[in-house]
């Protein structure tokens, strides 16, 4: 099979330029529906899911690729290299921040610039940096997720959403966790909250935007502080919108960000 049937890949827009989008944990390309139609009139969008998520091949999951980042982020690299797509605007969620990253370092020339919409290096707290939880905090997440699938996707998702008063909202996350096939989910949790990829934030030679909520439980705004404090070229944004995805909770704002980046 190959990556475009792979990863689901879809290919919208009549601009010349290019923006790929990438989902987080537990979600799939569905995520971006209020954001992407925005940027169609000047931009090819590219929207995929990850293997394992969404219309993606779930037959091509590979426990051994995808036990860390890299196996995504070789994912994004060869969904570009087959459609023959340079200078990307890649806009990543959450983990696929990092991801977008990941495969800034391994192939630099396919990007103009990254958009890293709340994005963590690390989730675990290490000397002076916060990171949002203790080891003991992530290991009882993953033991939760382990023993309880849907009852952890239901628990957790109107938290990770941060906007109790939308209860709609937490009602969307919950039903987009709960669709992942559990074994998956409990591996890619793994994958993405035991990550700490601290060390290549120093050495991304692509622009990025990064956008942080300014109260988010699962990147709270030091880790955004953080990130921008060690890459250089980097401008942080930090938003009125609140929770982990305003992608779904604030498209307006992200979209208006997102232009004003993209234009200045």
Not at 4 to 26: L, P, S, Y
Not at 177 to 183: L, Q, R, S, V, Y
Not at 199 to 218: E, F, G, R, W, Y
Request: proline letters at 5%; a negative charge; glycine letters at 8%.
């Amino acid at each position: 099979m190959n990556v475009i049937e792979r990863n689901n890949v879809i290919v919208k827009g009549a601009g010349e330029k290019v923006m790929m989008f990438a989902h987080g944990f537990g979600c799939d390309q569905n995520m971006w529906r209020f954001v992407y139609p925005a940027f169609e009139a000047d931009y090819k969008i590219i929207l995929f899911d990850h293997v394992g998520a969404g219309g993606s091949d779930l037959s091509a999951y590979s426990y051994e690729k995808y036990n860390n980042l890299n196996g995504y982020a070789q994912d994004i690299v060869e969904i570009a290299n087959t459609l023959d797509f340079r200078d990307m605007v890649f806009v990543g969620h959450s983990v696929s921040a990092v991801m977008g990253l990941i495969a800034a370092e391994i192939a630099p020339e396919l990007f103009k610039c990254l958009i890293l919409v709340s994005p963590s290096p690390s989730y675990i707290n290490q000397d002076d940096y916060v990171g949002g939880f203790n080891r003991a905090e992530i290991e009882e997440l993953l033991e939760s997720l382990d023993n309880n699938h849907l009852g952890w996707s239901m628990a957790m998702a109107p938290v990770i959403m941060g906007n109790p008063n939308r209860k709609e909202l937490g009602d969307e996350l919950s039903n987009s966790f709960c669709k992942t096939d559990p074994e998956i989910a409990k591996h890619f949790a793994r994958t993405t909250f035991l990550t700490d990829k601290r060390d290549i934030l120093d050495k991304t030679n692509v622009p990025a935007l990064i956008l942080q909520c300014s109260n988010d439980v699962i990147a709270p705004v030091e880790v955004g502080h953080y990130m921008h404090r060690h890459m250089p070229g980097s401008k942080l944004v930090v938003m009125d919108a609140t929770g982990h995805c305003p992608n779904l909770s604030a498209p307006e704002e992200t979209i208006a960000n997102m232009i004003s980046y993209l234009n200045g």
